[in-house]
């Protein structure tokens, strides 16, 4: 298997800490990233995330192969769109009125969609958005374990979604790929595997129904 | 090592034992009752959690409080939790003053969110300014509970130049907590504020809040701060057996997060989870009075904590259900977790 890339996590908040500490798990190289000053996550990276670098925004982007965006996507409209130019990019982030407020940039389409034509020059995958935070450490498992579960990648870049399926698989989920980030619109909230934590079968299932429904 | 244990509600609308729910009027009655048989039962504190919901018709839980101060002697009373983000910390000290002087010195808060965002809308904030607002907001409530004249300025109130606020409390400032679900910065921000750390865990294994407990202490010494105590909230049902307590506790648990898992982003709960989160690795303190007693023990030895608050009731359980568990929690939990931490 290919030697994992190095990982930048953008945002230390409820999902973050947890996507970085699963990555470490999994043999990444982790960096992790405010929109602020690395001294001030210093001691969350050394009792939450042991094994991760607090680092400035820029540089952890600047030396990472997959960048993930952990921030609340009210957030991410202040994001320079330079600062991840032609870099692979998770978006982890949801947009959800009801638990965050309406944002009138989100309100028409999937929220990956979104976040990838504001950000051009970058390739976006949408993965890890939609097994909560609580969970998501709990129930990963390693390739094989009987009781692992599904996790859903969607992207327009096959390469890109690849390697992002690969992390998936890494941290402890059955990587599932969905054809395009229109596609991943099955993986928002509201959607029939959002919030849900599925075998992989159950998860199959419940996205082509979903399809099948919209046709 | 001196362990405290407190019962908390959110006013969770009770049904009469044919299941019809009872009127939002008399559920706060009962809770009023359920707060004065806890001091009865044995139970160290009281807490009420602000919501505004039709099954959680509870937006003045001050009020119950001061209800319960009149009626008791001993239990401390407080919020569980404040929604600070959406009120003004003057207002919120000065009800939390008054409630500690009609209570002798009784009063606490609990400031965080919970998982509850129907105050925002009701009250014309926006959720997508929660941060901000909350941040201001916890630094002005710091300042309040000095005492003293408070002089400050931000952008989510107007500001107050050397400002008396009353009722002056007699003996410095009650007990203050802030509430933190899963952000290790909200860990940190309490630790910097000088609050109490109050661990919501209402999913998962309580043992991964660990990490944040010792991030806590040690966050307090960076800042130059004595040790300050921990808490852990988790929702829970007592009855005389695992069955029974199951058996009460699972259909209404279902129901509730079934019709508020779409907007608090839970999983819709199933069987198999229930069965997880009752286990001894989950989040809920569902069983007979030894199996919940065992439990609580694990986790306040694992996190460091030194008082545990069972949040129980669930929209839909009878009254009588309700002060059987209390009953049951204050003569049998309580004393049985003392006796496995001594």
Known sequence: MREPGRLAVLGAGHVGPVIARLAVRAGYPVAIATSGDPEDIALITELVIPGAQPRWAADAVADADIVVLAIPLHRFLDVDPGLLHGKLVVDAMNYWPASDGVLKAFEDGGSSEIVARRLAGSTVVKALNHIGYHELEDRARPAGAPDRRAAGVAGDDPAAAVTIASLVDRIGYDPVRLGSLRAGRVLQPGGPVFGAVLPLPEFERAVREDARSLT | ?342
Request: proline share 7%; no cysteine.
């Open chain 2, 1 to 342: 090592m001196t362990y405290t244990f407190g019962l908390d509600t959110f006013g969770d609308r009770n049904s009469d034992a044919g299941g019809k729910p009872l009127s939002h009027a008399q559920t706060i009655r009962n809770v009023a009752e359920e707060g004065v048989f806890a001091e009865q039962a044995g139970v160290d504190f009281f807490g009420i959690g602000e919501h505004h919901t039709g099954y959680f018709p509870m937006p003045a839980g001050d009020v119950v409080l001061a209800a319960i101060a009149a009626r008791t002697e001993r239990i401390r009373l407080g919020s569980a939790v404040t929604v600070l983000s959406s009120d003004d910390p003057v207002r919120v000290f000065q009800r939390y003053s008054t409630l500690n002087a009609i209570s002798g010195g009784r009063a606490e808060v609990i400031l965080g969110r919970g998982s509850s965002i129907e105050s925002f809308p009701l009250f014309g904030y926006d959720l997508a300014d929660y941060e901000e607002l909350f941040e201001e907001k916890a630094t002005l409530f710091a300042e309040l509970l000095k005492g003293g004249p408070v002089t400050w300025e931000g952008k989510t109130r107007a500001p107050l130049l050397n400002q008396d606020v009353v009722p002056h409390t007699e003996s410095g400032p009650f007990p203050a907590w802030i509430g933190v679900g899963g952000n290790p910065q909200s860990v940190i921000r309490a630790a910097r504020l000088g609050f109490s750390l109050a661990l919501a865990i209402i999913g998962g294994p309580p043992a991964r809040f660990a990490a944040y407990s010792q991030l806590f202490q040690r966050a307090l010494e960076k800042f130059g701060r004595p040790p300050l105590p921990v808490l852990v909230h988790s929702p829970g049902h007592v009855a005389a057996t695992d069955e029974q307590a199951k058996a009460e506790f699972w259909p209404r648990w279902q129901d509730i997060i079934t019709l508020i898992a779409p907007e608090r982003g839970f999983a819709i709960p199933t069987e198999e989870s229930f069965d997880r989160e009752t286990g001894p690795h989950g989040a809920l303190y569902v069983g007979s009075p030894e199996t919940v007693a065992q439990k609580i023990a694990t986790s306040l030895r694992a996190l460091g904590a030194t008082r545990f608050d069972l949040k129980y009731g669930m929209p839909g359980l009878t009254h009588d259900q309700l002060m059987t568990n209390i009953k049951l929690y204050g003569h049998q939990v309580i004393p049985r977790v003392r006796e496995l931490l001594s």
